[in-house]
């Protein structure tokens, strides 16, 4: 019904930047909040930034001043501008977003399938 695809991950040395690109696809009336999350190895899953409509931010404290979220209405798409890169932020990051499906206007929480950040000399 519904499907995100993210793009934009890689390979960064430590202190530069990336940015992550995420677009909604499929039966959608409208998308209420978009986000990232990330998940390193052996670690668990965590929020990394989210946006909602009415494009109000927040901020894992590990990235606030680094990172920066942001979406396009009108393309079904959400950014995310990373920073000051750490080693520390090597992960998977996912997109997600909680969608109003057309026809039905129920609620569906999307994801995508991760794309690899790597921080590293």
């Known amino acids: 019904q519904v499907q995100l695809v993210e793009s934009g991950g890689g390979l960064v040395q430590p202190g530069g930047s990336l940015r992550l690109s995420c677009v909604a696809s499929?039966?959608?009336?409208?998308?209420?909040?978009m986000g990232w999350h990330r998940q390193a190895p052996g670690k668990q899953r965590e929020l990394v930034a989210h946006i909602d409509s009415g494009r109000t931010t927040n901020y894992a404290d590990s990235v606030k001043g680094r990172f920066t979220i942001s979406r396009d209405n009108a393309k079904n798409m959400v950014y995310l501008q990373m920073n000051s890169l750490k080693p520390e932020d090597t992960a998977v990051y996912y997109c997600?977003?909680?969608?109003?499906?057309?026809?039905?206007?129920?609620?569906?929480?999307?994801w995508g399938q991760g794309t690899l950040v790597t921080v590293s000399s």
């Open positions: 499929g039966s959608i009336f409208s998308i209420t909040a």
């Open positions: 997600y977003a909680l969608t109003v499906v057309r026809d039905t206007f129920r609620y569906l929480e999307v």
